[in-house]
């Protein structure tokens, strides 16, 4: 019950039904404000307890300053929560394991349990195993089904021991599309209580709720259950950037091309830790499946959210997708009544604000490693030329195994080359080189959410068959859509069959290639890729190309949009100009360029005005929870408290918990500290977090191994985020990471100085060591450190590996608030200072004082850091808030929500 200091509760009818709600018009200052901090003043009024949302709270954000750095902590408490399966089975695992642990501490168990409507989508454990034939949907579910049952049974097991939770079961959709597609509100309606629909998830990419005016953002598993349990989310008011858009996209670009330019724009501009908003004429010519792109972007331009006001286009979809119309007109009604309805004129009081003009949006990819880095796509095959020196070596020698290839890289017109004949298992020869596409995968939601330029990819492939052009040989071709209702348009507009005969068959409903779970190439492939060492690459319609996340074999990707995936698998290398090349020949012999296959705006809205109706959306989520006769079939445990299996591989109970105590044990300063890893900038949660494939031959391997699991089933790291024995293994073990203390490696390797000589050694078994002899550890790190995916494990891996605290240049939000959340102090170095600035080569050893201040209430603004080397340095504490102080003064977000519960 709100405390009501402004008198702001009042009632809203619509139609024959009547909603209390908290008006925002008797609050001063609030009509001037953003789309974003409306709603955010709006979950003040409804939550105001006196007591950590105080009517001062919502004068100071009432009052806000846009031009102010961030000072103000406020209290915001998310609607709901959303999860997929790799960062949610961690969370329901911790849940059920804070019931065991409140019982040893004498509370009652039924206290752990959600508070806010929470809903995961199993849609990560896919994996795009078989591909290219018609049966390739089956095959992968049935062997999704194979890897993952114990996963499987411990969610259907939460689905009923739970209150508030739903699971929606496998080959459904992706988190994020199926959010905006059916899950999202737009508008609450609980308690007979009317207000904002806002989210908090356990993926970066829930931001793409943003399109439907949905105010949410990622956040790490451990901050999503406590807001499960009730715990509002501690945050600064933000500074907001107002992007407007003018003008009209020409025909010819894609919402691909249109997020990519915003992408690098609000990357070169600097947007972590703030709000995007997005505001003027060009919004409204901006369809709800643009916006929705957007949104889902927001992590790769680093913004916390990337939000468009609610208008008519979010009426328009909402309606298509099926959502009643009592709900449609609360939305309209509630949206105009508290000024959250766009005004096209209106010029909002931002803190920055950038333009676009989306007429000079022209078509795009990004690439080689990074989603802002768009280039052009007339450029795209000169750019790969010069890109291509830096994952080739000149002087070495290749490989000499089955198939021919030149004794060493040879260079035509500057660009490297080492031709190799591959022979496919039906006897046929065929050559590939560096710039091969192996991979070429329509997959994410992110862009097949949008039926636009999913339906100009079909018709791309339509063209290609009649003009007789099909895939490279080499070339993976996958088809993963976020929803169910892509292959019934698809269906309905006969463009299936020609989707197929290019070898884009339904491979999963699931995040396949775009979160590394492409399935391995096809071995003749792979063995000449790494033979000879090529550096080939992929193109796929998602928004990461991280290095080491696509593939293993494959070191250089591209993301494009679904029509230039198409077109890059009938061109088959990154060599090919694609804007002037012939793609192929035709049955006559004639070249077919990509302006011969290229649908017309006209052609692509005429598919989507024909084959897309809202009965198409009531049939796919008419009964979405209960899953298919596999899925009911998995049998479960039952009881308010899970039961263990000691022989799981996949779900173990984690030792967070272990003797804890009612009473907080004092913070303490760091001496003695050894550094685990040394690391340069843009170092993702990627590089930190298990993600992908487990190798044989790494300590998680060993693990799996040792405890009987043969290798085809080890699964992937994100399958068994719900064992920590795995997960710790593979922390910091990115197939891609460079540790610089173990220069001339690459992968999860340190050097171990416990050992005589600091011999190099996996870091999972260094960090071993380091604990049995009491040694506390520290990472060094540089710009952006932990950017990309709200990956929990990038936390939790850090802690469990026995690092106390990390000194970088700079941090991306959820990641810093994720260590935060594990006990695991960040440190930023002085303005300016960096490891290399500085002198440290890592083989020192560190110390950190001043920490216990945290002890008096008060977080301090640096401590010293100390090095036996001489080396010393005020670091900057980024404990940012109070609410984070209180965490980190009980050893963790999950031990202070776990006090706090017992002690009501």
């Known amino acids: 019950m709100s405390a009501n200091s402004f008198d702001a509760r009042s009632t809203l009818q619509v139609g024959d039904e009547s909603y209390e709600i908290f008006r925002l018009d008797k609050v001063e200052g609030a009509a001037r404000l953003p789309y974003s901090l409306k709603v955010l003043l709006e979950n003040l009024l409804r939550t105001e307890d006196g007591a950590n949302i105080t009517a001062d709270h919502i004068r100071a954000l009432s009052g806000w300053d846009s031009q102010a750095q961030p000072s103000q902590e406020i209290q915001f408490t998310p609607a709901r929560v959303i999860m997929q399966d790799f960062t949610g089975v961690p969370c329901v695992v911790d849940l059920a394991t804070m019931r065991e642990a409140v019982k040893e501490l004498g509370g009652d168990p039924a206290k752990i349990n959600p508070l806010a409507p929470a809903e995961l989508v199993i849609d990560h454990s896919v994996i795009a195993d078989k591909f290219g034939t018609k049966d390739a949907f089956g095959q992968n579910v049935e062997l999704e089904y194979g890897r993952n049952k114990e996963r499987y049974q411990f969610l259907r097991w939460g689905q009923t021991a739970f209150d508030e939770f739903k699971v929606v079961p496998p080959g459904t959709g992706i988190v994020h599309q199926v959010n905006i597609e059916h ?55 933000p500074r907001v950037v107002g992007f407007k858009l003018t003008g009209e996209l020409k025909p010819g670009t894609t919402a691909t091309d249109l997020v990519l330019t915003i992408t690098e724009m609000l990357r070169k501009h600097g947007v972590v830790g703030k709000f995007v908003e997005f505001y003027g004429e060009g919004v409204s010519a901006t369809s709800l499946a643009n916006r929705a792109t957007i949104g889902n972007m927001s992590p790769e331009f680093g913004s916390t959210a990337a939000i468009f006001p609610i208008d008519d286009e979010t ?50 990819i990004a690439g080689p490693k990074r989603p802002q880095d768009r280039i052009v796509l007339a450029n795209a095959a000169e750019q790969f030329a010069l890109d291509v020196r830096n994952y080739v070596e000149d002087d070495d020698e290749a490989g000499k195994e089955s198939f021919p290839a030149s004794d060493a890289p040879a260079a035509t017109n ?92 339904l491979v999963g409903y699931g995040c396949t290639t775009c979160i590394g779970n492409s399935g391995p190439l096809p071995e003749e492939v792979s063995k000449a890729v790494n033979d000879h060492d090529l550096a080939v690459t992929s193109v796929l319609s998602g928004n990461r190309n991280f290095e080491g996340r696509i593939n293993p074999d494959v070191k250089m990707n591209y993301l494009a949009s679904p029509p230039l995936v198409v077109a890059y698998a ?79 591989t996949y779900v173990r109970k984690p030792p967070y918990f272990e003797g804890m105590t009612m009473e907080t044990t004092p913070v303490s300063d760091i001496s003695g500290a050894r550094v685990l890893a040394k690391l340069g900038d843009s170092v993702t949660t990627d590089h930190i977090s298990p993600a992908g494939a487990i190798k044989a031959d790494t300590p998680a391997g060993q693990y799996l191994t040792e405890h009987g699991v043969e290798r085809r089933d080890f699964n992937s790291y994100g399958s068994r985020r719900g064992n920590h024995e795995v997960m710790i293994r593979g922390t910091f073990a990115n197939i891609r990471l460079r540790n610089q203390i173990a220069p001339g490696t690459e992968g999860g390797y340190t050097r171990d100085f416990t050992q005589d000589g600091g011999p190099v050694s996996f870091i999972y078994d260094a960090s071993q060591n380091y604990q049995a002899a009491g040694t506390p550890l520290v990472i060094l790190a540089g710009k952006e450190y932990g950017s990309g995916s709200s990956r929990d494990w990038a936390a939790k891996g850090t802690a469990l590996l026995g690092v106390r605290a990390v000194v970088a240049e700079s941090y991306e939000r959820i990641h810093r608030s994720n260590l935060i959340g594990m006990g695991v102090l960040p440190l930023q170095f002085p303005e300016g200072a960096s490891a290399e600035s500085l002198g440290l080569t890592g083989e020192e050893t560190f110390s950190i004082a001043g ?54």
């Open 851 to 904: 920490v216990t201040e945290l002890n008096d209430g008060t977080t301090p603004r640096t401590v010293k850091v100390t090095t036996d080397s001489g080396v010393e340095f005020d670091a900057v504490v980024r404990i940012d808030t109070p609410g984070e102080a209180d965490y980190y003064r009980n050893g963790g977000i999950m031990q202070y929500v776990l006090r706090s519960l017992i002690r009501k």
């Open 570 to 648: 009938l061109a088959g290398s990154m060599k090919v100009n694609i804007t002037e090349d012939a793609l192929g020949t035709d049955t006559e012999g004639n070249p077919v360029y990509l302006k011969d296959i290229w649908p017309s705006e006209a052609e692509v809205n005429d598919v989507v005005a024909n084959a897309i109706g809202e009965d198409m959306f009531n049939k796919s989520y008419q009964d979405v929870f209960a899953g298919d006769a596999q899925w009911q079939a998995l049998s479960i445990p039952t009881g308010n408290t899970f039961e263990w299996d000691p022989q799981s």
């Open 315 to 364: 009426l328009k979809y909402l309606r298509l997708t099926g959502r009643d119309e009592q709900q449609v007109a609360l939305v309209e009604a509630y949206a105009k009544e508290q000024g959250l309805w766009l005004d096209p004129a209106a010029e909002p009081d931002f803190s920055e604000k950038l333009e676009l003009d989306l007429a000079t949006v022209v078509p795009s």
């Open 414 to 505: 500057g660009v490297p080359t080492r031709p190799t004949t591959v022979t496919a298992l039906d006897g046929s020869t065929y050559e590939i080189d560096h710039g091969a596409v192996t991979v070429a995968a329509i997959t994410s939601c992110t862009n097949t959410s949008n039926p636009y330029v999913m339906v100009a990819a079909a018709l791309v492939a339509k063209k290609a068959v009649e003009k007789g052009l099909t895939r490279k040989p080499w070339v993976k071709t996958t088809l993963a859509p976020g929803s169910k209702v892509v292959t019934d348009y698809f269906d309905k507009a006969g463009l299936t069959p020609y989707l197929d005969k290019v070898g884009f068959n």
């Open 183 to 237: 899950l999202a509100r737009t508008v609450m309606v609980r308690g007979g209580q009317a207000y904002p629909d806002t989210l908090v998830g356990t993926d970066s990419h829930t931001t793409m709720v943003n399109g439907l005016g949905v105010l949410g953002w990622g956040v790490g598993g451990i901050e999503a259950e406590a807001a499960m349990l009730g715990q509002p989310v501690s945050m600064l008011i």
